[in-house]
């Protein structure tokens, strides 16, 4: 069936540091792909998304990449602010099927 | 546009008892799906609702249930409360079902059960 891996966490990393948060994923055919974040007290919310091989999706400084090669979605920015201490979350959606999430990635950014 | 709303925002209850939750969607969004996120197991998929019909279900015991009014409004329910059962529930909508337009969340709903 479908699936998403994605890192352990928790993330720590100092303010200005580069942040990859690694997504692969399992489905048949072409799933749509998206990255979720979730502020603390918060529901998840939109990051960005994908929805064919190549395609790059970005907001607020962060981009992500769909790759078919790999199967691979993975998160980046290049300089992470105090502000992006959040939980991320990687998705697939596939036709009728339910979303799919992974596990969640902790990110703490330290001034 | 208003969002997702979901109440109540936090609920204790004794073990043994039952509990509603509501989740109002986003005007428009007829699909509804519910989330129970724990820190273990991270989000775990209960159910989804399309024009009052469950179309998808997560593996949850039958204690777990669900339904959808007309106006879209959803409400899960949770008999014989265990101490398992607390967890941040969230609710999340999106305009049709079957597509991939993204997913709208509620702030959720935390319940403490003791």
Do not use: A, H, K, V
């Given at each position: 069936g479908n699936s998403v891996t994605q890192m352990e966490g928790p993330v720590t990393l100092s303010e200005e540091a580069f942040l990859t948060i690694n997504c692969t994923y399992t489905a048949t055919g072409y799933p749509s792909l998206f990255w979720y974040v979730q502020y603390p007290g918060e529901g998840l919310q939109l990051l960005l998304k994908a929805t064919k091989a190549d395609d790059k999706g970005s907001n607020k400084g962060f981009e992500a990449t769909y790759r078919k090669e790999t199967t691979s979605f993975h998160l980046e920015k290049g300089s992470v602010q105090v502000s992006d201490s959040a939980v991320y979350f990687c998705a697939l959606k596939h036709g009728t099927y339910k979303y799919i999430f992974g596990t969640g990635t902790r990110l703490k950014v330290l001034a | 546009k208003a969002g997702v709303t979901q109440t109540p925002r936090y609920l204790i209850k004794t073990r043994g008892q039952q509990v509603t939750l509501s989740c109002s969607p986003i005007s428009g969004h007829r699909s509804v799906s519910w989330y129970q996120q724990t820190p273990g197991q991270g989000l775990q998929f209960l159910f989804e609702y399309f024009s009052e019909t469950q179309r998808n279900k997560g593996n949850?015991?039958?204690?777990f249930s669900g339904r959808q009014f007309s106006n879209s409004r959803s409400e899960m329910n949770v008999s014989?409360?265990?101490?398992?059962?607390?967890a941040l529930y969230l609710c999340a909508t999106q305009?049709?079902?079957?597509?991939n337009s993204p997913l709208h969340f509620g702030n959720g709903t935390r319940l403490t059960v003791t």
């Open positions: - | 949850f015991p039958g204690r014989t409360l265990e101490l398992g059962d607390s305009f049709g079902q079957g597509d």
